[in-house]
Every structure is written in structure tokens, then in C-alpha cells.
């Protein structure tokens, strides 16, 4: 059985001792649906690229890993201590460090190791399960902070070389190497939520590896990673990115205020022929409201045609709730045309 798993590592410990190694976690809580992606007749630009070598020189000692403390509650009663461990990047000079949502989550205590071996305490700015991004904050001085530049994922190739740089099983700064699989793929939060436009690649990422960056040959971060899709419970080669696009939008809003807010329609979507369907149409939603319905559609919004879920997603992903959008479809062969007010997405 295939299973889509966080790329978090946990350590159990109770009453002082430890109990457990690394593990999974929620495996059955997160899935990763895949769809085919466009192939674009553009070029990939000119550039000089590095080599895996100095793309890890340039970039390694931007690359943190990040260890959280929580408490559990025990089976056999009382509470239980939890350590789990992932991986981060610095993303300015002020502190601000870039991981996931699902690596700091319930933690009651952060720690980030620095390149030199530095450990420092670290505080949450915020986070987002809907993308599974979060920000912490360190307060390091400037000599141990190399912030990574974030590149554009939306010029990524399928084939073109990347680097994956975290702390895999708690070997902090291991580098590995691969290629993009595929493009436009689709991940689901940790709340549900779809993430469009993910990464696809072959670069061996593991447990630790969450929240690390995923890098282009210039040493810029075109996604961070997130999840594999494994028979194992390990590497199989097939691991899965937050794209950049993606970071650069969620990371600004934590960064302001400590909290990001998404546009929702209210529905579940699949693919058609000639659209997106709409599989369901929740209750008192804005597409309820509209008088959308299961079944109807969706072949364009805002007169810019829909070919897939992921195109649907991301020009919803891209308004604000109070937004007002133009929906075009089509039920029972007929066109319609409606206008929505997007809500605020639930939690």
C-alpha cells in the first residue's frame, strides 16, 4: 500500500528516557493526488549553473535544523514527552526562519542549530496548515545568518537538476541531487486543503527532511519540502515540494501578521473533459449561495479559461475572501454565468 508521509522525525520520550526512534507521523492524514502536467514549449533560461558542490557551498549554511518539544497525552495515563525534528532555512537577516507547518505544530519549545553548531531558542510567528508553512524567529547574531534567496518556481523545467539540503534522520546539512519529475502536481495540507502546483522529485529527501529547501542550480529555493509517497515508509524516489511562488506569498503575510488568509468557494473539484466538476457543493458556502451545484462544469473564472483542478485552485488561491469572481460552466449542456463573493477559508 502506497503511502503519502510528512517528512518529520520523532522521538518519544517519557519520564527522562527514551523511548522510541524515528518514526512516522499521521501518515493517513495527508495524500498526494497526482495529476498529469502541462509540458510548456518555452525554454528553460541561460544561466551558468553550479555543480552540486557549489550549489552546497553556497547555500549550506543557510540551512537550520529545527528541533520542537511537546507534550502528549499517554495511553496508560499521564503525559508523555515528544521531540521531533525537521529542517528550515534562514530566509532574512532579521531572523526569520522558513520550515513547516506540520514540523512545529503543538510544539511548546523550539530549537534551531546553526551551521557552526550554534543552538538557539526560537519563537513562532506564525503559521499556515493550508499550505503547511510556518515562520519562526530566532534572535541570532548576523555571523551565523546566511539567509537563501528564493528563486521562481513557475520557470522550473521538468528534468532540470535540484538539490535538496536538511537533516535527514538528524544528519544535519546532508545534501542530495535529482530532478524535477513533474510539475503541477497536487499535495494535501495538513488541514485538508489542496496545495497546487507542488514538486515533484527524485532527490533522496527523508524523515528530517520537512521544511528543508529544495534548490536550483543557482543555489536559489524553488520549493521547500514536504512529503514522499512511499511503499516503505522511506525514500522511493518520489518526494514532494511547496513551491517557491507559493513561500514568497504565505511567508510575507506570516512575516506582517502572523497569520495568511485564503479565498474559498466552498467546493470539492475533480477534472472533466472540458473543465472542472464540481463533486460537491457545500452547504452555505459561497458556490451554495451562487446556486452552483454538484456536477455543474467550472470552464472558466474571471473569462480566463479552466482546463484542471490545479487551475481552478490556484486563480482562487490568488483572490482574497471578499473578493468578487466571475464563474462560467456549464449543467445540463447549457452555459451559465455567475458571479461569487470567495469567503474566508474555514480552519
Known amino acids: ?53 557549489g550549489v552546497y557551498n ?67 510567528v506564525g503559521a499556515d496548515p493550508s499550505t503547511d508553512l510556518a515562520v519562526i524567529k530566532v534572535d541570532a ?32 546539512n546532508s545534501v542530495t541531487a535529482g530532478i524535477v519529475s513533474a510539475l503541477h502536481r497536487e499535495m494535501t495540507a ?14 533522496a529527501i527523508n524523515h528530517g527532511n520537512s521544511g528543508g529547501p529544495l534548490l536550483d542550480l543557482s543555489g536559489n529555493v524553488v520549493g521547500v519540502n514536504a512529503q514522499i509517497e512511499s511503499d516503505s515508509g522511506g525514500n522511493d524516489g518520489v518526494g514532494f ?25 466552498g467546493v470539492s473539484i475533480g477534472t472533466a473533459t472540458n473543465g472542472v466538476r464540481l463533486e460537491q457543493v457545500r452547504p452555505g458556502t459561497p458556490a451554495a449561495k451562487a446556486a452552483l451545484q454538484a456536477g455543474d462544469v467550472i470552464t472558466a473564472i474571471g473569462g480566463k479559461t479552466v482546463r484542471s483542478a490545479s487551475d481552478l485552485s490556484s486563480a482562487i488561491d490568488a483572490k482574497k475572501p471578499g473578493d468578487r469572481v466571475t464563474l462560467t460552466y456549464t449543467r445540463n449542456g447549457q452555459t451559465h454565468t455567475v458571479t461569487v463573493t470567495l469567503a474566508e477559508r474555514p480552519s
Open 1 to 53: 500500500m502506497r503511502r503519502i508521509v510528512p517528512l518529520i522525525a520523532v522521538a518519544l520520550a517519557s519520564a527522562g528516557f527514551a523511548v522510541g526512534g524515528f518514526a512516522l507521523v499521521s501518515p493517513s492524514s495527508t495524500k498526494t493526488v497526482v495529476r498529469p502536467a502541462p509540458v510548456s514549449a518555452q525554454p528553460a533560461a541561460q544561466v551558468t549553473p553550479l555543480s552540486v558542490t
Open 58 to 124: 553556497r547555500t549550506a549554511n543557510g540551512v537550520v535544523e529545527i528541533t520542537v518539544s511537546s507534550t502528549d497525552s499517554s495511553p496508560f495515563g499521564g503525559a508523555q514527552r515528544q521531540q521531533a525534528q525537521g529542517s528550515g532555512f534562514v530566509y532574512d537577516s532579521a531572523g526569520h526562519v522558513v520550515t513547516n507547518d506540520h514540523v512545529v505544530d503543538g510544539a511548546q519549545s523550539i530549537s534551531v542549530r546553526f551551521w557552526n553548531g550554534a543552538t538557539y531558542k526560537a519563537t513562532l
Open 141 to 172: 547574531p548576523a555571523s551565523v545568518l546566511h539567509p537563501l534567496a528564493l528563486g521562481n518556481s513557475g520557470s522550473l523545467q521538468v528534468g532540470q537538476p535540484v538539490v535538496a539540503i536538511g537533516s535527514p534522520f538528524g544528519l544535519e
Open 190 to 203: 495538513p488541514n485538508n486543503f489542496t496545495i497546487a502546483d507542488s514538486i515533484q522529485t527524485d532527490a
Open 241 to 265: 515540494a511547496i513551491p517557491s511562488s507559493t513561500v514568497r506569498s504565505i511567508v510575507t503575510q506570516l512575516i506582517g501578521s502572523g497569520s495568511v488568509k485564503h479565498a474559498y468557494l
